[in-house]
């Protein structure tokens, strides 16, 4: 499974971004997808996950109530709608397909990774 994550960029501090995740096969729409983020200096944080049935999200409490997770099946992507977004967002955003069906919020339950897209905001 390849997975191309997209839509980075610069944006100014309180805008917003839409990152995309798109695979390469349809192995992934019975598993949980997430997204994960590294700034610099840092590890690998949790971002949201979303199960395979898109009924069960989760969220990082420091994106709570402004990033939303979705997906869709047909295309076989995954979304990552970020709003009023902070500088403390600043990092490379990774996406990627868990193990199982369900959406852990732990690096060590995903076994397909995406290459990584940056998102830079601004003050």
């Known amino acids: 499974v390849q997975l191309q994550a997209y839509g980075g960029g610069l944006v100014q501090a309180g805008g917003s971004l839409r990152l995309s995740c798109a695979g390469s096969?349809?192995?992934?729409?019975?598993?949980?997808m997430g997204w994960f983020r590294q700034a610099p200096g840092k590890g690998r944080e949790f971002v949201a996950a979303?199960?395979?049935?898109?009924?069960?999200?989760s969220y990082a409490d420091s994106v709570k109530g402004r990033f939303t997770i979705s997906r869709d099946y047909a295309a076989n992507t995954v979304f990552l709608q970020m709003n009023s977004l902070k500088t403390e967002d600043t990092a490379v955003y990774y996406c990627a397909v868990a193990f199982a069906s369900m959406a852990p919020v732990v690096a060590s339950g995903y076994r397909y990774w995406g290459q990584g897209t940056q998102v830079t905001v601004s003050s």
């Open positions: 096969r349809r192995t992934s729409s019975n598993n949980g």
């Open positions: 979303i199960s395979w049935h898109g009924g069960s999200k």
